[in-house]
């Protein structure tokens, strides 16, 4: 079954450009299907990627892992103890307006 994973940013002012730059160089690890930037108001964006399942996710956690380490100098701190991300990810449950 598929699944998702959303992780929330914040940047720093005047790193919104490297920022994307650092994902456009991203390649896609094994069991991604896509995936999407979305700017989400001033300095803040949201990253959601579909994969072939949850299992997909959990094998590629040190890659993203690996991926945020590049550009989390970038980041400000989400603040409430969530550091410099707010990540969650699960599998569908229910598809809605597919065709």
Request: no cysteine.
């Given at each position: 079954m598929t699944a998702y994973n959303v992780v929330r940013?914040?940047?720093?002012?005047?790193?919104e450009q490297?920022?994307?730059d650092a994902h456009k160089k991203f390649k896609p690890v094994a069991g991604m299907i896509a995936g999407d930037m979305i700017?989400?108001?001033d300095l803040n964006y949201c990253l959601?990627?579909?994969?072939k399942s949850f299992?997909?996710?959990?094998?590629a956690r040190p890659q993203m892992i690996s991926m945020l380490d590049s550009f989390r100098n970038m980041l400000e701190d989400r603040g409430n103890g969530l550091g410099v991300t707010d990540a969650v990810s699960?599998?569908?449950v229910l598809e809605l307006a597919h065709k």
């Open positions: 940013f914040k940047l720093k002012s005047g790193q490297a920022f994307l700017k989400t108001g959601v990627a579909k994969w299992d997909k996710i959990v094998e699960g599998p569908v």
